[in-house]
């Protein structure tokens, strides 16, 4: 199992960014897909979870109505769409899976290589 995550970069506040966690070895369609973050200096959170297809997401209270997670099975790839982007958003942001279909777990063992993001104020 392989995840590969991508899409970050540089952006200001208030603009937008589409990650992807595109992955390899495993059908995402059967599997939860979770976001996590982790800014210089402090520890990893969580951002959102999607469930397998059909899908629900849950999203940490501080990105709730600004980023939806979706996912795109036949392309085997589950996406993070971040707007109205804030500096605190700044951070190396991974996906991971523990290859179950609901989002209730405290540990995933496939985690991908993370992706920077960084927003400016």
């Known amino acids: 199992v392989q995840l590969q995550a991508s899409g970050g970069g540089l952006v200001q506040a208030g603009g937008s960014l589409r990650l992807s966690c595109a992955a390899s070895?495993?059908?995402?369609?059967?599997?939860?897909i979770a976001w996590f973050r982790q800014a210089p200096g402090k520890e990893r959170e969580a951002v959102s979870c999607?469930?397998?297809?059909?899908?629900?997401?849950n999203y940490a209270d501080s990105v709730e109505g600004r980023f939806t997670a979706s996912r795109d099975d036949a392309k085997n790839t589950v996406y993070l769409q971040m707007n109205s982007l804030k500096p605190e958003d700044t951070g190396v942001y991974y996906c991971?899976?523990?290859?179950?279909?609901?989002?209730?777990?405290?540990?995933?063992?496939?985690w991908g290589q993370g992706t920077q993001v960084t927003v400016s104020s």
């Open positions: 991971a899976t523990d290859l179950v279909p609901l989002c209730n777990q405290l540990y995933y063992s496939h």
């Open positions: 070895g495993v059908n995402l369609k059967y599997h939860a």
């Open positions: 999607i469930t397998r297809s059909p899908s629900s997401a």
